[in-house]
Every structure is written in structure tokens, then in C-alpha cells.
């Protein structure tokens, strides 16, 4: 059933105008411009936030409205003028607009309109030059100190300051350290779909194999994601990716197999959206690290695959892959307006393999390095031998072409783009303190903080409205839910907080439900957890988790996942008369793990255990409440994903 309470005066704004898209053309990228990039076949350069000048909030505005210019300009025109795209990153925080207790660049700005400010200063001095800006870098973990909304509310304030400069910009998503779903969702869930161009993640890998089957996988799910929230028409770039010679069993040989690995997979997404890949990054600083530069400046092994690979396959479309045997990868590519076979092949181990050569193909066999290979025929076939060092097959015959099966991909593109103005204001739910999204307790009075930012040149005022889906038909008048709405009053580039109070009925079954805020200003379906109490809720590794961690014995992370070790969060339920929690836990490949409660961290119960995968398990924890609650979690590499604790 849907609620609504007309308690509104004005209309919202439609839907956002969408740029056409200029042709940006090489889907081949790095992180930090150097001298020599260009001559490797790269098209485009990520720099910035820290790394280099251009968008790099810090250097560039170190006094507050005093811009100091040069060195962007400097690093644009050197780009510019080697043929190489920018793709800046904005941020960090300049200590005199940071909200963190030491004023670290990660915190967010203590006031959203200064950082809308510099995003539409820095677009209209670079109008038609640089394409796109990137919101951050990866704002998931601790290059951004704050929460998920606080990243959607960033988000949000540097896509409208950026297109009232440069209309004809694209913004990308701020690059999450790995796939990280959770972190994606949630600023889906703050109202973020239509506040960016194109999604940008950095889908890491350790060890000296290369894992094509999770990397497809993970970036499967995340189209699937942007899919269902409606965003079937935007690309997903790979704003970093990269392996570092400075890690154990990483050999600059190796790097250089996992760099041609990992970008032929990547280009074998296209269909899916997968349009661009950045190499992390240009240069060893110091010593042996990611780049493909050594820190004196020479070529690393690296460089040579990655020049070989944009040579032979500029301008390349996927045509499928061909199965020649168990672990086997042969991706086949057109290139040259179709008119030219490139098949593309490596193996776990070294493994025979048969192409079919034809009578009169001319073709050229190289390795990853660019290294000629002597063909091998016998009966119409090119005997080849598949190793993990990939090997390029250039002008293959016709019949490689029609065996090549394209693999099942989730669809891009073929959702429709609505146009029309602008917004220039929004509102979003702030998270009640200790959860990462906001909720509301089912029979009580609820009060739901609401921020709304006018980056308009008028004011705007009304009162805001609510409308609730997912509850269930009242049965009587006491049922029905209630709202307390509240007036505001915007000025032109300002923002406010405002206060509705919300109550629906106590037989609401606990779960997700989406509630929308309507007033003039813009804001998005958000979804608003339904609780029979108040919760503490957090993913692990963000920076709500990092207010209730008192330990951390050996545990690692991952963005989103704790791991492995010995950790323990404490919460207060002194003032609660129940308490139960719902964990995501469990032990990778099953292994022992288990979850101990205590009021003292002196006397510790098992509350949970098992031999099992990551999956969510409920357990009550009444007999702690009026007391501080303590959870220690042990286990050969546990992990936890989420947390949710009622009380």
C-alpha cells in the first residue's frame, strides 16, 4: 500500500539533462602523467587529489577564495599537448575547510558549498578541455574519512556545481578501492543515481595469478546494481587496476603479464560498458612499486607489454572467446574496421593448442613483449604453445572468427535517457547517529533529520511531504501512519537541516522500505531501514565500524570485509530492556569461527560458531542488556561483512 501526505506546496524538478557524450576514443589509461606516456599508445592520464596538481583541492586553494592556478595549468597543457586525455580527481580537503578533529584532508568539508565553489571554478577555467572530473578517490575507505551519505551528499554537490560551469562535462563516481558493492548500494540508496555520469571502480588483485573469473564476476554484479536502480546507459571505468614489484613472487616479468592479462580481460567487457582502464601507476616513487617506470625513469618490462597491447588492440571490438581447452583463454578481437583477426591466448601452464591457419592468411604471431613467434603449420593449423605469458595471433583466419562465442554479459545501454533541466538543489536523510542508513522504529514517533542544499540563484521554500511504500493496509484510523511535516526556507547557495517526524504502525514488519521526501527541491527515492527498535548497523571497515572497534588483534580488511585475527567492538545497551544482533559471518573456505559476548571482557560466552562461508546469522542478547556489551570475533580467517544490532 502507499501513504502520502500532501503537505506540499511546490513541484519537484525533473528529471537531469545528459551531456552528449564527446568521442574520447582510447579505452587505455594511467595514473600520473610522465614523459613517454603518449609514445605507449595511452590515451589518458588520472591525476590529482595529492598525486598531482590538476584538481587537487589542497595546493590549489590553500587560503580560502585564493587559487593559486599554475601548476594545473602547467599539468594540463603538458597533457594536452603529448595527446593525452585528463581525467582529474577532486580532492582533498584543505585544512581550513575540513571538518575532522585534526583537520585531515580525508574528512569532508565542514560546509559542501565551499567544495561546490572550487568544482564549478575549476570546471569553467577548464571548460571544453577536460571532459570529465572524478569525485574523489576511492572515498570508501580512509582516503575519505566520512560516511557513505556524506560521500552521496559530496557527490551530489560536485555534479550540479560541475555542470552549471560545464554542461557538456561528465562526473565519475569516485573509484572504490575494489568492487565494493555495499559501498555502491548505499549511495544508491542515498539518492546518488542521478548525481554522476559513469562509474568508476578499482578492482584490485594480490598474488602472481590473475583471477580473470572473480574480476568478471565482480564487475557482473556491479552492472547488475547499477541495472536495477535504473542505469543500464552509464559506462563503468576502471580508474585503477595494477600489480607492484615491490610484492612478493611480483617479478617485472610478471607484472608485465598481469598488466596484458587484466587489460585484455577488461576489453573483452566492452559490451557490458566496461569502456576504460587505468593502469596504476606511471612510476615507481622511491622504489620498486606499481609503475611501469623504474624510479630512474627507465622502461620497465611493463611498459613494453602495455605499448604492445595498445598497438595491437587500438580501436579493437570483442568478437567472443574460443574454447581450446581446460584453463586455456582465447579472446578473439576484430580490429581495423573488422577487417583484421586478433586472437589472443594464455594458459595457467604450458599447453598445446591449435588455431586454424587457412590457405592464404598472412598472419604475425608475437608474444605479450612484442617479440615475433616463427608460426608452426601442419595440416592447415598453427601448432602454438599456450602459456601464462599471453601471445597475440594477429590476422587470424576467418574460422577463428565464427567459433568465437560471445560470452552471457548483464545488458548496458538500453535504457532510455530522460532529459531536462538542471536541479539545482537537493535534500538527503541524515543516518541517526551509529547507523549507516537511516531507520524507523515501527509504533514510535520518529524524527528523520533532512538536509537540503540550494545550489540555485533564488530561494526556495515549502514544507516537505512524505510518502511511504511498503506498509501494510491500516485496520483501523490508529494505523494509519503519521507524519509531522517542516517548513523551510533556502537561500540562494545555502543549505539547511530541517526536522520530520514520522510514525507508522507497530505491526510494520522490520525490513527495507523506500521513503520520499517531495518539495521543490530534487531529492531521490532513499531507502529507510523499518526497525522495532534502534539499531547500531555498519558494513565493516567503514567509518561507522570505527566508533565501536576497541580491538584489533592481527585483523586485516578489505573494503567492506573485516578478516582474519582477533577484533572486538563495544556498545552501550545500559539503557535498553532487549537486544539481539544480525551478523554476515562466517570463515573463508569454512573454516573454524566464532563470536563471544561479555559485560566485563573478563568472562566471555560463545553466542555463535561454526565451519561455514559468510552468511547471516540472528542470535538474541538479552541477558546483556543495562550493561556495556562486548563482541570479540575470532577464527582462521573470519570475515564479517555487516552488523546490525537492536536494542
Known amino acids: 500500500m502507499r501513504v502520502i501526505f500532501a503537505v506540499v506546496a511546490l513541484l519537484l524538478v525533473s528529471a537531469l539533462a545528459q551531456a552528449a557524450k564527446p568521442n574520447w576514443g582510447s579505452p587505455f589509461g594511467i595514473v600520473c602523467p610522465w614523459a613517454g606516456v603518449k609514445e605507449a599508445g595511452i590515451g589518458w592520464v588520472r591525476g590529482g587529489a595529492g598525486a598531482t596538481g590538476l584538481g587537487n583541492w589542497c595546493d590549489t586553494e590553500k587560503t580560502k577564495g585564493v587559487y593559486t592556478w599554475e601548476g594545473s595549468d602547467s599539468e594540463l597543457k603538458s597533457d594536452l599537448e603529448a595527446g593525452l586525455t585528463p581525467l582529474p580527481i577532486l580532492g582533498y580537503t584543505p585544512t581550513w575547510a575540513s571538518s575532522g578533529p585534526n583537520k585531515e584532508a580525508s574528512a569532508p568539508p565542514t560546509n559542501l558549498l565551499d567544495y561546490a565553489r572550487f568544482v564549478g571554478d575549476i570546471a569553467k577555467r577548464y571548460k571544453g578541455r577536460v571532459p570529465c572530473w572524478e569525485v574523489w578517490n576511492e572515498p570508501d575507505i580512509g582516503f575519505f574519512s566520512g560516511t557513505v551519505s556524506q560521500y552521496a551528499d559530496l557527490l551530489k554537490t560536485a555534479y550540479i556545481a560541475a555542470k552549471k560551469a560545464d554542461p557538456g562535462c561528465e562526473v565519475v563516481f569516485g573509484g572504490t578501492a575494489g568492487v565494493n558493492i555495499p559501498f555502491v548500494k548505499g549511495v544508491y540508496d542515498f539518492g546518488g543515481r542521478d548525481f554522476f555520469d559513469i562509474m568508476a571502480v578499482h578492482p584490485y588483485q594480490w598474488g602472481d595469478a590473475f583471477n580473470d573469473e572473480w574480476f568478471v564476476s565482480q564487475l557482473c554484479e556491479l552492472r547488475k546494481l547499477m541495472n536495477s536502480n535504473g542505469d543500464f546507459h552509464k559506462e563503468i571505468w576502471l580508474t585503477e587496476l595494477g600489480w607492484s614489484t615491490g610484492d612478493a613472487g611480483i617479478t617485472e616479468e610478471v607484472q608485465a603479464r598481469l598488466l596484458t592479462q587484466s587489460m585484455v580481460t577488461a576489453l573483452t567487457l566492452r ?73 589472443v591466448i594464455w594458459a595457467p601452464k604450458e599447453t598445446p593448442v591449435k588455431l586454424p591457419a587457412g590457405k592464404t592468411s598472412k598472419v604475425e604471431i608475437i608474444d605479450y613483449m612484442g617479440e615475433k613467434i616463427q608460426p608452426v603449420t601442419v595440416e592447415g593449423q598453427y601448432q602454438l604453445q599456450a602459456k601464462p605469458q599471453p601471445i597475440f595471433i594477429i590476422g587470424a583466419d576467418l574460422a577463428v572468427l565464427k567459433q568465437a562465442k560471445m560470452p552471457a554479459l548483464p545488458a548496458y545501454g538500453s535504457a532510455s535517457i530522460l532529459s531536462g533541466p538542471l536541479p539545482t538543489a537537493w535534500a538527503s536523510i541524515v543516518p541517526q547517529e551509529g547507523a549507516t542508513k537511516p531507520y524507523i522504529v515501527a509504533g514510535e514517533d520518529t524524527p528523520l533529520t533532512v538536509r537540503i542544499q540550494n545550489q540555485g540563484t533564488e530561494p526556495i521554500s515549502g514544507r516537505l511531504s512524505v510518502e511511504i511504500e511498503g506498509l501494510p493496509k491500516p485496520a483501523s484510523i490508529q494505523d494509519f501512519p503519521r507524519v509531522t511535516g517542516a517548513e523551510y526556507r533556502v537561500a540562494a547557495n545555502d543549505s539547511t537541516v530541517v526536522t520530520v517526524s514520522v510514525r507508522i504502525p ?91 559476548a561479555s559485560s566485563d571482557e573478563q568472562a566471555w560466552k560463545t553466542i555463535l560458531s561454526g565451519k561455514s562461508n559468510r552468511a547471516w546469522h540472528r542470535v538474541s542478547l538479552d541477558e546483556f542488556v543495562g550493561k556495556p556489551l562486548y563482541l570479540k570475533f575470532e577464527g582462521n580467517d573470519q570475515q564479517l561483512e555487516e552488523l546490525i544490532l537492536h536494542y
Open 506 to 596: 507497530a505491526s510494520a514488519k522490520p525490513g527495507p522500505v523506500k521513503l520520499v521526501l517531495d518539495g521543490r527541491v530534487f531529492i531521490d527515492r532513499m531507502v529507510v531501514q523499518v526497525s522495532d527498535s534502534r539499531l547500531i548497523e555498519f558494513t565493516a571497515n567503514s567509518t561507522v565500524e570505527s566508533r565501536y572497534v576497541v580491538k584489533n588483534e592481527g585483523s586485516g580488511g578489505a573494503p567492506s570485509v573485516r578478516f582474519n585475527g582477533t577484533w572486538t567492538y563495544k556498545f552501550d545497551l545500559t539503557k535498553s530492556k532487549r537486544a539481539r544482533v544480525e551478523l554476515n559471518v562466517g570463515a573463508n573456505n569454512a573454516q573454524q569461527w566464532r563470536v563471544l
Open 271 to 343: 559490451k557490458m560498458g566496461v569502456a576504460r582502464t587505468f593502469w596504476f601507476c606511471v612510476k615507481d616513487w622511491g622504489g620498486p612499486g606499481h609503475g611501469i617506470l623504474r624510479p630512474d625513469g627507465s622502461k620497465k618490462p611493463s611498459y613494453t607489454a602495455y605499448a604492445t597491447l595498445t598497438k595491437t588492440l587500438s580501436n579493437a571490438g570483442y568478437a567472443g572467446r574460443l574454447a581450446l581447452g581446460e584453463g586455456v583463454r582465447c579472446h578473439v578481437f576484430t580490429c581495423g574496421d573488422a577487417k583484421t583477426i586478433v586472437a
